[in-house]
């Protein structure tokens, strides 16, 4: 059986995945390392835009900036979210699923929309500075620059720890924390000693994940930031800016991105192998309840930071229903629809492309991560191990680096696929479907082997077996996958930007542009729109989630 | 309809490490034959080479005079029963005896036909519409054997189908399984590692230990004529003592370290003085109360009273114990401390080379 390779179906799945990987990741990458050695004007090979780089203190800066707040980010959003997960799952808080439910919405929205409602909460002219400048005369510290960026980001990204420790904390076994009270460990010393080291693969998980998010986020930085440039918006000014743009030393700059994110990565990796273990409850911990003083902290803190989260998208929704001058740039007293007028006469194919187009890439990035996580998962050879390791590479690529390269790989004859829906389908596949096959892989590593034996034994075919049994028993959770990939991919921005043409406008890019031209009124009901949409999903979400269980 | 079962030199290989470096075997039509072994010795391996499931990396398989080496499961006609059952929990139980049929493309009527007779059969009509969650071990077993029947395979391959239930449904269960297979006459390979429910189902068993099969054979023999000391310690029970072959003319006799003599009629090729080591299962050792021309001596360690019978624990004179097994006598159980001498009876008990690889009686 070994000598002669049998073409069953999944032989050729493998191969034309792989030829899919090589076609739309491999290459476009390739494409960016070779123009970041070109030179602009002459076109030799040349190492000049590495040594541009890293020579002018105006751009090696911007790669420390981009450390410091993806390091601070990781830092304070660990420090909320692993205390909420906690006090989450240790103790009764009234409306959990509620709570829950709130905490995940948050999270769900382009991060520069938060920065945008947050520039015009504490900004200059923002509500609550001039509130307490006429109410007290006391004036509000700088929202601008670093502050900012790490104001918005960890409060974007604090949920997401939040949902990976506390599935991990599901997962604590009672008799865990009997054992260690029985052994004299208890309170807060079981909490440093006990639970965070039980948890302590996911919390690594959730740092990677806030990390690379902090660190490719461009959306931010460009309306907070101020000055405080890092380098995904140096890219993007260098790839598509009005003045100066210089594709080669863009690419360069993508280069050295990934190289940085790379070596993130796979220290994550390194101390997540020495920390790996499994934990499945058998009898889950009881959720306490506090004593009134401290209940009532607890509710407090949950409820406070969750408040605080999504104050920015709930002052977008208030915004957006404010009167406007015409062209909607200038908010005048009294309420109106006039915004959303707008937005339904003259963006209503903006919504329509954002359903076709995300569609369009679910569709694709569920069958692919069927198929992939089912060859890594059930038929391990080095072909698909191959699969397996390019399939997690965009973990390490920032979205604008992934649009890039699409423009660089697909800007010809023979594929001329810039400014089609199709380039931005296949960027939001290769950006998300990563994510998309860590979750069908855990719920197919569920499924016992036999079962699919079972199925061939009694004369299905491989695809027969996919189709008829290993899909139906999928698709519960691939369902709910599904969906938390839809809002992922409503709220996508940063390689959409740079692919999207007049006809392929999709909403989030549409907010974007509405912001920078100053049309506020339009841009806060464009928003609102994609909140409805994240909401609306999310309640889907809960109807066929069992558990709630949450797989980013 | 029934197949024999040939396989020549088969080889299993993971990476460096060899499963099963060569083995033959040959499965007579209708028989219900069982792959005996501890965990780890290759009989679920070798089970899974016969059902496609694992690749073969040499010999050759044959269904009849059908080479089936490269033949995909799903066209091997082959009814598999997993350990742990592997009934398709998103389908009825209906949907789940009527899939293989299905894949047949048999007409309707005859797959709707085929489906009741083997629910009824199983016993699981009543059933029909449940998803399988709601169903017992015992009842999903039974959905298991019911679809892997309904196919009418050539050969039905059994992993540890039994493993999963509770001491009183595997015994229910393997009546059922034997009385089914009787009635259809199926080729069965069946692997398990109980030898007590081996012993029940089977016609042959074969022993496996290391992907080597240590010897086949029906219950009776493997129990009674073991082929080697793993054989004997492997099924049933047995105490190993050592002693020492007297040849003198044509007479052959077995000597215990403490003198005991025992002549033997069925020594094979063995030499005066060849040390030798004699398996005595725990009914072969008789407990006399007083000295007889020559026995084993000890003392009883401690009794247990089992209703039928009454196990003994004895230390003998050598410092090695000794288990036993009596009849349960409406005398008194003899106390602890009591000396006791212990002969053995001379046709059942088993000899082997001091090795333990080869048995030296007929």
New interface residues.
């Given amino acids: 059986?070994?000598k002669?390779a049998?073409f069953?179906f999944w032989v050729i799945a493998s191969l034309v995945v792989l030829g899919l990987y090589l076609l739309f990741m491999v290459y476009p990458l390739l494409k960016i390392v070779r123009q970041s050695v070109l030179d602009d004007k002459t076109g030799a090979l040349t190492l000049k835009h590495f040594i541009k780089f890293f020579s002018q203190p105006y751009y090696f800066r911007t790669l420390t900036n981009s450390f410091k707040v993806a390091i601070c980010t990781c830092a304070i959003s660990l420090a909320l979210g692993v205390p909420l997960a906690y006090l989450y799952n240790m103790y009764q808080i009234r409306g959990r699923k509620t709570l829950q439910m709130l905490i995940i919405l948050s999270s769900m929205s382009a991060p520069f929309i938060g920065a945008y409602a947050w520039v015009n909460l504490l900004g200059r002219a923002g509500a609550i500075t001039k509130m307490f400048k006429t109410a007290f005369g006391i004036t509000i510290p700088n929202i601008y620059g670093f502050n900012g960026i790490l104001l918005v980001l960890s409060l974007k990204l604090f949920p997401l720890v939040f949902m990976y420790v506390s599935g991990a904390m599901k997962n604590i076994d009672k008799s865990l924390l009997e054992a260690s009270a029985n052994m004299g460990v208890s309170g807060t010393k079981r909490f440093f000693r006990i639970v965070i080291p039980l948890c302590m693969p996911s919390i690594l998980a959730a740092a990677l994940m806030v990390f690379m998010r902090a660190i490719a986020d461009f959306g931010t930085p460009l309306m907070i930031g101020e000055g405080y440039t890092t380098f995904p918006v140096i890219i993007y000014n260098e790839y598509v800016g009005e003045v100066g743009t210089n594709h080669n030393f863009a690419a360069a700059i993508a280069v050295i991105a990934i190289l940085i994110t790379l070596v993130f990565f796979l220290v994550q990796r390194y101390l997540t192998k020495k920390n790996s273990f499994s934990m499945s409850a058998m009898n889950h911990v009881e959720r306490k309840k506090a004593k009134p003083l401290g209940s009532f902290f607890i509710h407090l803190y949950s409820y406070g930071l969750v408040a605080l989260a999504l104050l920015p998208q709930l002052y977008l929704v208030y915004l957006s229903f404010r009167k406007t001058n015409p062209s909607g740039e200038v908010f005048q007293s009294g309420f109106s629809m006039q915004s959303y007028q707008h937005v339904f006469n003259r963006m209503g194919n903006t919504i329509w492309n954002t359903i076709r187009i995300c569609g369009m890439a679910l569709i694709l990035i569920i069958i692919l991560a069927i198929l992939i996580s089912y060859l890594t998962v059930r038929r391990r050879n080095v072909l698909n191990a191959t699969i397996d390791t390019l399939s997690m590479v965009p973990y390490v690529i920032p979205g604008a680096v992934v649009g890039i390269s699409m423009i660089l790989a697909f800007n010809n004859r023979y594929l001329p696929l810039v400014g089609t829906a199709a380039i931005m389908v296949i960027a939001m596949c290769v950006r998300r479907i990563p994510y998309t096959i860590r979750s069908s892989v855990a719920i197919l590593s569920q499924i016992?082997m036999?079962?699919d034996?079972?199925?061939?034994?009694?004369?299905?075919?491989?695809f027969?077996t996919l189709v008829?049994?290993t899909i139906?028993?999928m698709?519960n959770g691939l369902f709910a996958g599904a969906i938390m990939s839809w809002v992922t991919l409503i709220t996508e921005l940063s390689s959409s930007m740079l692919l999207y043409s007049f006809k392929t406008q999709t909403l989030n890019v549409a907010v974007y542009k509405a912001v920078a031209n100053a049309t506020d009124g339009r841009a806060c009901a464009l928003a609102t729109v994609v909140s409805l949409f994240t909401v609306l999903s999310l309640v889907l979400f809960n109807k066929v989630s069992k558990d709630g269980e949450i797989m980013m | 309809m029934d197949v024999k079962i040939t396989i020549n030199n088969a080889v299993k290989k993971y990476g460096d490490f060899t499963a099963i470096p060569d083995l033959s075997l040959e499965i007579q039509p209708g028989e219900f034959f069982t792959l005996l072994g501890p965990s780890g010795c290759g009989k679920t391996t070798l089970l899974r080479m016969i059902a496609g499931f694992n690749s073969i990396e040499g010999g050759t398989f044959y269904f009849g005079d059908r080479l089936i080496n490269d033949l995909d499961p799903s066209k091997r006609n082959i009814g598999m029963v997993f350990q742990n059952y592997a009934i398709f929990p998103h389908l009825t139980v209906r949907k789940n005896v009527a899939f293989g049929l299905k894949n047949k493309k048999l007409p309707k009527e005859e797959i709707k036909a085929k489906t009741e007779e083997f629910m009824a059969l199983m016993k699981i009509s009543e059933y029909a519409d449940r998803l399988p969650e709601k169903l017992s071990g015992g009842q999903q077993q039974r959905v298991a054997l019911a679809r892997a029947l309904a196919i009418e395979p050539e050969v039905l391959l059994m992993d540890e189908p039994l493993s999963n239930l509770d001491a009183k449904l595997r015994v229910e269960m393997r009546t059922v399984i034997k009385e089914i297979q009787n009635r259809l006459g199926i080729t069965t390979v069946y692997v398990t590692h109980d030898q007590e429910e081996a012993m029940a189902v089977s016609d042959r068993i074969a022993v496996m230990n290391l992907g080597v099969i240590q010897q086949i054979g029906s219950p009776k023999t493997l129990y009674q004529r073991p082929a080697n000391q793993f054989v004997a310690t492997f099924i049933g029970r047995t105490n190993l003592m050592e002693a020492q072959i007297k040849v003198e003319g044509k007479e052959k006799s077995i000597v215990f370290d403490n003198g005991y003599t025992v002549k033997m009629k069925n020594l094979t090729d063995v030499t005066d003085g060849q040390k030798v080591v004699v398996s005595v299962r725990p009914e072969e050792l008789v407990i006399n109360s007083k000295s007889e021309t020559g026995s084993l001596v000890g003392k009883v360690l401690y009794s247990t009273f089992l209703g039928l019978n009454t196990h003994y624990v004895v230390e003998l004179s050598n410092g090695t114990r000794a288990e036993i097994i009596q009849e349960s006598l409406i005398d008194d159980i003899i106390e602890n401390g009591t000396e006791v001498y212990l002969t053995v009876k001379a046709e059942k008990i088993n000899v082997f080379t001091d090795d333990g690889e080869k048995s030296l009686v007929r």
């Fill in positions: 059986m070994k002669k049998k069953d016992p036999s079962i034996e079972a199925a061939e034994s009694l004369g299905a075919s491989k027969k008829k049994v139906p028993m698709f």
